[in-house]
Structures are given as C-alpha cells and as structure tokens.
T-cell receptor, first 115, second 117 residues
Framework: QQQVKQSPQSLIVQKGGISIINCAYENTAFDYFPWYQQFPGKGPALLIAIRPDVSEKKEGRFTISFNKSAKQFSLHIMDSQPGDSATYFCAATLNSGGSNYKLTFGKGTLLTVNP | DTGVSQDPRHKITKRGQNVTFRCDPISEHNRLYWYRQTLGQGPEFLTYFQNEAQLEKSRLLSDRFSAERPKGSFSTLEIQRTEQGDSAMYLC???????????????FGPGTRLTVL
C-alpha cells in the first residue's frame, strides 16, 4: 500500500520558472510533512516541512501548500535555478506522542531546470 | 565533517555471500534509522534504534537482515545469503529525539550502494 503518492515522476522547467510537485497521503494520522532534496550520490536532505495546522509555509524560494481536507500537499519552487536540479521527495510521519518518527516517502520527482 | 557517515559507499557481492554495512551517526544523536532505496523509488523504512535498543523492524527486514547498535553509537546492518533483490541503496539517518511530541530532523548519510551479482 503506497501511503504517499507523488507526481509528476519527472519535471523539466526553464530557469526562472516555477516548479510544482504534488503529493497525496492516505493515512490521516500523519501530522508532519517534510520535503527532501537528493542530489546524485548523496543522501536526502531536509528542504522544508509543514504541520497540518497551517495551510502554507514559505522559506526563501520554496513554499509548501497544504490542504488537510483533500489530504494533499505540494512544493512550489519559485525562480527555479539549474542548481535546483535534483530529485525531490515528499514524506510524511507521525509527530504524536510515542511516535518513532519513521518517514514514509513518495516515489520522488526528478527535476531538471534548463539554463 | 560531523555528518552521518556510511562505509563502504559501494559494495559488489555475489549472490549467497554475506555483507555488512556500517553507519556512524552524528555523535550526540540518540536515534538511528536504516532505510532502503531502490532505483526510482523513495527510501523505505527498515528499522530504528533508540540508543542501543532496536525498537521497530519493518516487514521488509527479512530474517536474513540483522542490525545492531552496540553501546548506542555506530550501527551495523548485515545481510546474510544475499539475493539479487537485495540490490539497493542502504541509507542511514540519525536524529536527536528529546521525547514525545516533537519531530527532530533526520540527517541522512550518503548511503551504501549494494549490487548483488
């Protein structure tokens, strides 16, 4: 059972454009939603994260939009740069008491930003 | 570099052989996680430790897999009688968990890429 569904699988954007990656989750118990960025040969690195009590979080060029009723969240990368070219993973975890905080990941989106 | 380190970075083995991977977490982190990532997929949770105690194992972790974290420091993941389906990137992550109710970022290592021939 895939608990976090991510789309698109790949995305090509021109420099300066907006990159949008979408995720949907099934487990309503999830209460923390991080996005990870992974470059080839590296482990995933936390990019930005959101809790379900807010609908949007912005950090620099990166914004998460969260729709609790639809069980969907998305990553927007504004003014996309070639250096943003990487694989992006959405994830979800339980943040409640006693949680082991294990992450459930989407399948990833390979973003290519053309110069 | 005080990040999570993993050794080896690459391992090629023949089917049926045993392999062992090592993970050195960030020194003050009390939680350590193992994930497996296959091509085109996101990482999948395998197991985690709170200090030296292994508190949860995924169904993905068959009897051929064993993990240890002696003294709550580094961890090893051993795969016995490797199969071609074990070929994957094995990622280690660590975090500092103070207690309940607060998520603390998991810092990932670069991974060990296993190829079983």
């Amino acid at each position: 059972q895939q608990q976090v569904k991510q789309s698109p699988q790949s995305l090509i954007v021109q420099k300066g454009g907006i990159s949008i990656i979408n995720c949907a989750y099934e487990n309503t118990a999830f209460d923390y939603f991080p996005w990870y960025q992974q470059f080839p040969g590296k482990g995933p690195a936390l990019l930005i994260a959101i809790r379900p009590d807010v609908s949007e979080k912005k950090e620099g060029r990166f914004t998460i939009s969260f729709n609790k009723s639809a069980k969907q969240f998305s990553l927007h990368i504004m003014d996309s740069q070639p250096g943003d070219s990487a694989t992006y993973f959405c994830a979800a975890t339980l943040n409640s008491g006693g949680s082991n905080y294990k992450l459930t990941f989407g399948k990833g989106t390979l973003l290519t930003v053309n110069p | 570099d005080t990040g999570v380190s993993q050794d080896p970075r690459h391992k090629i083995t023949k089917r049926g052989q045993n392999v062992t991977f090592r993970c050195d977490p960030i020194s003050e982190h009390n939680r350590l996680y193992w994930y497996r990532q296959t091509l085109g997929q996101g990482p999948e949770f395998l197991t985690y430790f709170q200090n030296e105690a292994q508190l949860e194992k995924s169904r993905l972790l068959s009897d051929r897999f064993s993990a240890e974290r002696p003294k709550g420091s580094f961890s090893t993941l051993e795969i016995q009688r490797t199969e071609q389906g074990d070929s994957a990137m094995y990622l280690c992550a660590s975090s500092l968990a103070y207690g309940t109710g607060t998520y603390n970022e998991q810092f990932f290592g670069p991974g060990t890429r296993l190829t079983v021939l």
